[in-house]
């Protein structure tokens, strides 16, 4: 478990494709030798029509056939490429698998939401202080959203993963740039309903001295985004922590301007400028129903787990 390998991931979510390259074991990553990530929104009109296009397709494998070049040149140890919530839903995951391995030379694995939870946990908590634990991994992602409860930095109790996420939230639910107030609501019902058994059965584990980590696009952006970051830097993003009542504040700012004038706020990347109001509004609310006063905000998730299992030597049937 102690020796050193170099492992490629390549984590294909419903909105971004991320790619790295590390020198890791089973317990850190040792140092970063490349990472990258782009937005293809893979999972663009999958809320509506049950498919991935061709466009979001094209997009992906241009990318991937790119990361393919680069992680030649590093000729690592092992490497994997991970599929997640927008390749479990959609009807064509087949053609689309096999386009990625046609076309960019990608064998995607497609791995279940309870899989992803638990790797992501494992990442997440990559660096942070064993004694906070027990800990609450909060994971908001494109198509759906994990969370995970655990002792250590190593072991969990409970891993849930909801297929709610911010590409789908968005695309399902908000017809108005900004939406209405109406839609809003809407939205709010909906995620009490969707998030409702996951939080009864979590609830035991939610004790006074429980550490809420908040991990994925969303969550940095919206830190970045109050701390007005000209550039996003993990290094000033990992393990700084973020209260409920900035998200609130957040969400009120951006509630009522149009995704264009979401783009000019520092901390905004572009593409994500139309769903980062849903990821606010999905942390705002989870938040709420854990009853927490804010949560730690982790550099790190689903890719860094997943290096430090391949890195374990073992996960042909992934943790």
Do not use: C
């Amino acid at each position: 478990m102690n020796q050193l390998r170099k492992v490629a991931v390549v984590d294909i979510g419903t909105n971004s494709v991320r790619l790295v390259v590390a020198l890791a074991n089973g317990r850190r990553i040792e140092s970063i030798l490349f990472q990258d990530g782009r937005i293809t929104r893979l999972g663009e009109g999958l809320a509506e029509h049950g498919q991935i296009s061709r466009a979001a397709v094209d997009r992906t494998v241009a990318v991937l056939s790119e990361y393919a070049d680069r992680i030649r040149s590093y000729a690592p140890d092992r490497i994997l490429h991970v599929g997640t919530s927008a390749l479990r839903q959609a009807s064509n995951r087949t053609e689309v698998l096999a386009r990625f391995e046609r076309e960019a030379g990608a064998s995607v694995r497609v791995i279940s939401g309870e899989d992803e939870a638990a790797l992501t946990y494992r990442g997440a908590l990559l660096d942070l202080n064993e004694s906070r634990g027990p800990f609450l991994v909060i994971d908001i992602g494109g198509g759906s959203s994990e969370l995970i409860v655990g002792e250590t930095t190593r072991k969990f109790w409970k891993a849930f993963s909801v297929e709610v996420g911010v590409v789908t939230l968005t695309e399902g639910w908000f017809r108005n740039d900004p939406p209405s107030d109406q839609e809003i609501q809407q939205v709010r019902r909906y995620l009490e309903e969707r998030f409702r058994d996951v939080v009864t059965v979590l609830s035991p584990y939610l004790t006074a001295g429980v550490t809420p980590v908040g991990t994925a696009g969303s969550v940095t952006t919206i830190l970045a985004m109050v701390h007005k970051m000209a550039r996003y830097d993990p290094a000033l993003v990992h393990g700084q922590g973020l209260s409920r009542q900035e998200v609130d504040r957040l969400f009120t700012e951006i509630r009522p301007m149009k995704s264009s004038d979401r783009l000019l706020l520092p901390g905004v990347e572009r593409g994500r400028e139309d769903i980062i109001l849903s990821g606010a509004l999905i942390l705002l609310s989870l938040l709420e129903f854990v009853n927490q006063a804010g949560l730690v905000v982790s550099a790190y998730g689903l890719r860094e787990g997943i290096v430090l299992d391949l890195a374990d030597g073992g996960t042909d049937g992934l943790l």
